[in-house]
């Protein structure tokens, strides 16, 4: 195992550490147990604040997208391992600002169980608290790690998108019944051209044959719907579009959000390859593709692979996706 690490057990307190240095002007980050990261200006008094989080090795998610317009605060765990409930406590009392906070949570068991204490413990200290539930991976219905589907890409848009709305000021049952809107509306799939190697194991998450693909892949190496030998990409985004479509289902005429995302390994030039692919399979459709994101959003370590998922759009979710975002990994519509 060759890693840019100091020490297997370090990994997550010495990431934070540089995340301090790096963005300490906008950020206050907790590199010691329970480890949290929070907008330095938080809490925001009057408005609804949001809170996710998860197992550490797909960065930028969460901690990266901690700032105005999308986080308040993120909680990482260890790699691949669910965050504490105190620490999920500890996020949302230090984002409350009097008008409640939001749960964002990937469908993971682990984080389904420890972000349902924590928001009983937030409320039984008086802070009002709303979850939505990400479940968009159309591979599978249940996995290693889940009862129902993962909770995968749309995660990254549901922060955004909610976040946007928490800015405006909408109350706490809007920025959710928000948040909840895009789930409902989003789809992913993912696939993966090598495993990923955790710090602590050494030792590769699973094995693929250097002629093999892994379809339905999940972002901590769950295995798929199935292997098959290595094809161009279009057989790729053909793979992962047609039950993305299906599920849906997707239609002509429906307007859409494109997100083609990397799984940590994978060269920016493959991932535009892919969505030019996905874009002429949306032709097909007649769906139209009106906004994108194309890059390593939402990761697995070094694992090569990518992941898209189709959003529905509708003129609300549009401004919101829109609106300013200042975040160590997603910033637009900002001056300075």
């Given at each position: 195992?060759?890693?840019?690490?100091?020490?297997?057990?370090?990994?997550?307190?010495?990431?934070?550490?540089?995340?301090?240095?790096?963005?300490g002007?906008?950020?206050?980050?907790?590199?010691?147990p329970?480890?949290?990261?929070?907008?330095?200006?938080?809490?925001?008094?009057?408005?609804?604040?949001?809170?996710s989080?998860?197992?550490?090795?797909?960065?930028?998610?969460?901690?990266?997208?901690?700032?105005?317009?999308?986080l308040?605060?993120?909680?990482?765990?260890?790699?691949?391992?669910?965050?504490?409930?105190?620490?999920?406590?500890?996020?949302?009392?230090?984002?409350?600002?009097?008008?409640?906070?939001?749960h964002?949570?990937?469908?993971?068991?682990g984080?389904?169980?420890?972000f349902?204490?924590?928001a009983?413990?937030?409320?039984?200290?008086?802070?009002?608290?709303?979850?939505?539930?990400?479940?968009?991976?159309?591979?599978?219905?249940?996995?290693?790690?889940?009862?129902?589907?993962?909770?995968?890409?749309?995660?990254?848009?549901?922060?955004?998108?909610?976040?946007?709305?928490?800015?405006?000021?909408?109350?706490?049952?809007?920025?959710?019944?928000v948040?909840?809107?895009?789930?409902?509306?989003?789809?992913?799939?993912?696939?993966?051209?090598?495993?990923?190697?955790?710090?602590?194991?050494?030792?590769?998450?699973?094995?693929?044959?250097?002629?093999?693909?892994?379809?339905?892949i999940?972002?901590?190496?769950?295995?798929?719907?199935?292997?098959?030998?290595?094809?161009?990409?279009?057989?790729?985004?053909?793979?992962?579009?047609?039950?993305?479509?299906?599920?849906?289902?997707?239609?002509?005429?429906?307007?859409?959000?494109?997100?083609?995302?990397?799984?940590?390994?994978?060269?920016?030039?493959?991932?535009?390859?892919?969505?030019?692919?996905?874009?002429?399979?949306?032709?097909?459709?007649?769906?139209a593709?009106?906004?994108?994101?194309?890059?390593?959003?939402?990761?697995?370590?070094?694992?090569?692979?990518?992941?898209?998922?189709?959003?529905?759009?509708?003129?609300?979710?549009?401004?919101?996706?829109?609106?300013?975002?200042d975040?160590?990994?997603l910033?637009?519509?900002?001056?300075?």
């Amino acid at each position: 195992m060759k890693k840019l690490i100091n020490s297997p057990d370090a990994v997550v307190a010495d990431a934070l550490r540089g995340i301090e240095a790096a963005h300490g002007d906008r950020l206050r980050v907790q590199a010691e147990p329970p480890y949290l990261i929070v907008r330095k200006d938080a809490p925001v008094q009057g408005k609804v604040g949001l809170v996710s989080g998860g197992g550490s090795g797909h960065e930028p998610l969460h901690g990266g997208y901690v700032g105005p317009g999308m986080l308040d605060a993120a909680c990482p765990g260890e790699v691949f391992t669910s965050p504490t409930p105190d620490q999920m406590l500890a996020a949302t009392k230090a984002v409350d600002g009097g008008a409640g906070v939001v749960h964002i949570v990937k469908n993971y068991t682990g984080d389904v169980l420890n972000f349902e204490m924590a928001a009983e413990l937030a409320q039984a200290e008086g802070v009002e608290v709303e979850t939505v539930l990400t479940s968009d991976d159309v591979a599978v219905e249940d996995s290693l790690y889940t009862a129902g589907r993962r909770g995968v890409g749309v995660t990254v848009l549901v922060e955004k998108i909610a976040g946007a709305a928490a800015d405006a000021g909408r109350s706490l049952q809007e920025v959710a019944e928000v948040g909840r809107r895009v789930s409902a509306n989003g789809r992913s799939m993912g696939m993966a051209l090598t495993p990923c190697i955790t710090p602590a194991s050494g030792e590769p998450s699973f094995e693929l044959a250097d002629d093999e693909v892994e379809i339905g892949i999940g972002i901590h190496g769950e295995p798929g719907r199935h292997r098959e030998k290595v094809g161009p990409a279009s057989q790729v985004a053909e793979r992962l579009m047609t039950p993305i479509l299906n599920d849906l289902p997707f239609g002509s005429g429906d307007r859409v959000l494109a997100f083609i995302n990397g799984m940590g390994g994978t060269p920016l030039i493959e991932l535009y390859i892919v969505y030019a692919e996905v874009a002429k399979i949306a032709q097909q459709h007649g769906l139209a593709i009106e906004r994108n994101l194309v890059g390593n959003y939402i990761t697995s370590l070094e694992m090569q692979g990518c992941s898209i998922t189709l959003l529905k759009l509708d003129d609300e979710l549009t401004h919101y996706w829109d609106s300013p975002v200042d975040t160590p990994a997603l910033r637009w519509g900002v001056s300075k």
